[in-house]
């Protein structure tokens, strides 16, 4: 027996802040983008207001995008992901020094964030800012930088996850993780103060493509298409709109399960022993399922691997394997070679 759950829409709940940008503007009203999400808007004076900070700790909103500003104090930081455009989030700093006309290339061409974006070499950039993660860690963090990932120690400096990235290996679009969620840093601006272009990447098919893995990853956009199905005994993250405080979930034939959000920007259901149709309610009465069945993707999954393992031996493709010489024919033609000496001395001896 088998079950099958679809999945219900979920749009993200986006906080644009800074000034009035039209790029933004032209993607977040075009059709397509508003079947994925709900858009408020503040300027970058109210950063300092009560209002930004009522919203910002609220954690009503999925994803808060500040273009050309950013909080002034590291607690004033949103409970949400976030998107900073031209600015680094605190207590990070921008370095010194600006990068002029800096050529963009990928350095994680498998993040989620880069979907669909295998090059930007076409795209062009007036300036970026510089950022060196070292310079910006405390003098005892320091230390610790230049120590091999491998050693412990090391886990107390944070990582940054370089996207793209300019010549001489400066990150002009890079990741810094924050608790439970995740700060993406763009380190150049899409127009001035005055409105105008400050690159070309916004004329280019992949600018949508990337806020739309935007929205998708750090909005947690899930259309809903898809089952909802997991296997027995694992975990089930659930990620219902920003704002849900709790869930109640009813597993098959039994009783009705609580759990809160806390700190976390989703929930997590372990309690997946059964199979069949699990319940789940919202603190704002929306309903919706999921499935945990026996079933193993693996089994019908025929996308070609790029590397197998048998036993101790791996193969992988790509890889140039040495061919088999067979030396058994040569052998043979020697040993055949070896008996007709032998007879014509043989026969050479009786004839004399």
């Known amino acids: 027996s088998a079950w099958l759950a679809i999945g219900n829409v979920r749009?993200?709940?986006?906080?644009?802040?800074?000034?009035?940008?039209?790029?933004?503007?032209?993607?977040?009203?075009?059709?397509?983008a508003q079947r994925l999400a709900t858009v408020e808007r503040l300027s970058d004076d109210d950063l300092k207001s009560d209002v930004y900070r009522k919203k910002a700790g609220s954690g009503d909103f999925d994803l808060v995008i500040f273009d050309r500003c950013a909080p002034e104090d590291e607690a004033d930081l949103p409970q949400a992901n976030t998107l900073f455009i031209d600015r680094p989030p605190p207590?990070?700093?921008?370095?010194?020094?600006?990068?002029?006309?800096?050529?963009?290339?990928?350095?994680?061409?498998?993040?989620?964030?880069?979907?669909?974006?295998?090059?930007?070499?076409?795209?062009g950039v007036t300036e970026a800012f510089v950022f060196d993660l070292k310079k910006n860690l405390s003098e005892s963090v320091k230390e610790l930088y230049d120590l091999p990932e491998t050693d412990s120690r090391r886990r107390s400096v944070p990582p940054?996850?370089?996207?793209?990235?300019?010549?001489?290996?400066?990150?002009?679009?890079?990741?810094?993780?924050?608790?439970?969620?995740?700060?993406?840093?763009?380190?150049?601006?899409?127009?001035?103060?005055?409105?105008?272009?400050?690159?070309?990447?916004p004329l280019n098919p992949s600018f949508p493509l990337f806020f739309q893995n935007i929205l998708y990853h750090l909005g947690k956009v899930d259309e809903g298409g898809r089952s909802v199905s997991v296997q027995p005994g694992e975990p089930h993250t659930i990620r219902p709109e920003a704002g849900v405080q709790w869930l109640e979930i009813t597993p098959p034939g039994g009783r009705p399960v609580k759990i809160e959000r806390g700190v976390r920007p989703d929930f997590v259901f372990a309690d997946t022993d059964k199979v069949g149709v699990y319940g789940i309610r919202?603190?704002?009465?929306?309903?919706?399922?999921?499935?945990?069945?026996?079933?193993d993707p693996e089994e019908s999954n025929i996308e070609p691997r790029e590397e197998v393992h048998i036993g101790s031996e791996k193969i992988a493709t790509g890889e140039d394997r040495a061919t088999p010489r067979e030396i058994w024919k040569w052998i043979l033609l020697l040993a055949v070679v070896?008996?007709?000496?032998?007879?014509?001395?043989?026969n050479r001896r009786v004839a004399v």
């Open 11 to 32: 749009k993200a709940k986006v906080l644009i802040v800074g000034p009035s940008n039209p790029v933004l503007g032209a993607f977040f009203e075009q059709e397509a």
């Open 338 to 346: 070896l008996l007709m000496v032998e007879w014509y001395i043989y």
């Open 282 to 295: 919202r603190d704002d009465g929306a309903a919706s399922h999921f499935a945990v069945n026996l079933l």
């Open 91 to 123: 207590p990070w700093r921008r370095g010194e020094k600006t990068l002029r006309n800096p050529y963009l290339a990928v350095s994680k061409k498998d993040h989620p964030l880069l979907r669909f974006v295998t090059t930007l070499w076409d795209v």
């Open 160 to 201: 940054l996850t370089k996207l793209l990235e300019a010549s001489g290996g400066h990150p002009v679009l890079f990741a810094l993780p924050r608790g439970s969620y995740t700060d993406v840093v763009m380190a150049f601006s899409l127009v001035n103060n005055f409105g105008d272009l400050t690159t070309n990447w």
